[in-house]
């Protein structure tokens, strides 16, 4: 690790540095080890009863039940599906909102950007609500509508400002050799900025992958609903805990596992362009929705 | 119509609590935020480790499952100073590696050579941080750091579901009064929202305008 900002260490720096990072390291490790010593003591609730410590046997035997696994399992399920439908949802709204944002005509362009501008800038949850009160379609669908035209609408910017950035003298070409603007469109500008865009479409499909979670407030059973409300309200508050726990620990494989492979893909796609369509040194235009 | 006009009183004090969630975590996470970033590159590699695993794991949770975890768990680990606090801790820790990252690319966002200069007239990694490559970055950043904000108003939203009175929980008790009036109570809550991120928003392409002149 060389950085600009300080000189290569010398042998006294890199001792020092040494000793920070050893004891660094311990007072993290300590940290950790209090507060898991502190969640696993005993304590007494308000009537006086004493409780098991959060790591005792009997706040983790619920698992050796295939049928709670059996029940996460589903919850996965749903919560994927849920995603999966959303994000082919949120691809092609996008490429339809990059098509009609970047219009020729004005008509079609300005009502398209207020239309955008209002979609991304109120919130998942309402338009779940929105969805789920207005056209009763039931909380599935409310989730995966919602989800699909939020990220569409974000997917969307990220395009324009991918056909933005490309030399002119690409539609130009196309023109030029005789295509109609929407073919030159099609052909020339689109496949590009797709590319060049790819990483931040990736990014916001884990976004949207995270966000399911939000149909769990309007009533769909996925994996937060079934692991941290229905399995303790069945086996009784003691797990509850613990089924808390599990469910983390779920959903940060599933995200890092997904991170991890947008993160291939993304250094995949970034070695293949050329120069003339590098991405701006910008960190993404529309960075803030991948939130 | 006049469902909304019946309960203004109640989308003023949601939209209210909305800006105080907004005020609130949002300096937290810029603090927690700039503490971290501050750990993501200095020269200790356990606290560069540290950091990362922090950032990673927190971008990785989702909000809801954060925030159920300071609503529901800290008051059954017997920790209970209430649903708004509470909520402010959570939006507060899921914010602040977004702020993190966002300050960071601001400092890489700086060119190298700038810091090559700081360097190589002699000064040390905190002077040349402090004097030439912290107010380059700070300009650069605020674009995406008010974007970070942007999305944090949105997210505030999230907090409605779990026990705390804002734009989000007063649209749910309005629209649960008022069935007939479904359209125009959620468009109308939908407007305060809009307020809030369209008026950053416009701060934040004015900014962003005004640095791309100075470069």
Known sequence: MTSVLYDAP?????????????????????????????????????????????????????????????????????????????????????????????????????????????????????????????????????????????????????????????????????????????????????????????????????????????????????????????????????????????????????????????????????????????????????????? | MDAVIENLPTFLEGFRNTLGLLILSGSGALVLGVIVAALRISPVASFRGFATVYTEIVRNTPLTLVLFFTATMLPYLQFAPGYFPLAVIGLTVYTSPFVAEALRSGVNGVPVGQAEAARSVGLTFGQSLAYVIMPQAVRMVIPPLINVFIALTKNTSVAGAFFVFELFGAARQVTNLRGDEVIPILLAVAAFYLIITITLGQIAARVEKKVAVLR
Do not use: C
């Not at chain 1, 219009?103 to 209002?118: G, N, Q, T, Y």
């Not at chain 1, 989730?143 to 997917?155: E, M, T």
């Open chain 1, 10 to 291: 010398g042998p006294k720096a890199r001792t020092r540095s040494l000793v920070i990072s050893v004891v660094g390291i311990i007072a993290i490790l300590a940290g950790l080890i209090v507060l898991i010593l502190a969640l696993g003591a005993p304590k007494m609730s308000a009537n006086g009863a004493i409780q098991p410590g959060l790591w005792d046997a009997t706040r983790w035997d619920v698992f050796t039940d295939v049928q709670v696994w059996r029940t996460l399992g589903n919850g996965v399920a749903a919560t994927l599906q849920m995603a999966g439908v959303a994000a082919v949802l949120a691809l092609s709204l996008g490429v339809f909102f990059s098509f009609i944002r970047s219009a020729d005509h004005k008509l079609i362009r300005v009502p398209a950007a207020f239309v955008l501008e209002f979609v991304r800038g109120i919130p998942v949850l309402l338009m779940m609500l929105f969805i789920l009160l207005v056209f009763a379609t039931g909380s599935y669908w409310a989730g995966v509508l919602a989800l699909g035209l939020y990220n569409g609408a974000i997917i969307g910017e990220a395009l324009r400002a991918g056909i933005q950035s490309l030399p002119r003298g690409q539609r130009e070409a196309g023109l030029a050799i005789g295509l109609t603007p929407l073919s030159t469109r099609f052909r020339i500008e689109f496949p590009q900025a797709f590319r060049q865009m790819l990483p931040i479409i990736i990014a916001q499909l884990v976004v949207l992958l995270k966000d399911t979670s939000l149909a769990f407030i309007v009533g769909y059973s996925e994996l937060l609903r079934v692991g941290v409300r229905n399995l303790p309200d069945f086996f009784g508050n003691r797990y509850a805990f613990s089924f808390f726990l599990v469910v983390f620990a779920i959903y940060l494989a599933m995200n890092l596992t997904l991170s991890w492979i947008a993160r291939i893909i993304a250094r995949r796609s970034g070695s293949k362009l050329g120069k003339a369509v590098e991405p701006a040194p910008e960190p993404m235009p529309s960075g803030a929705s991948a939130i």
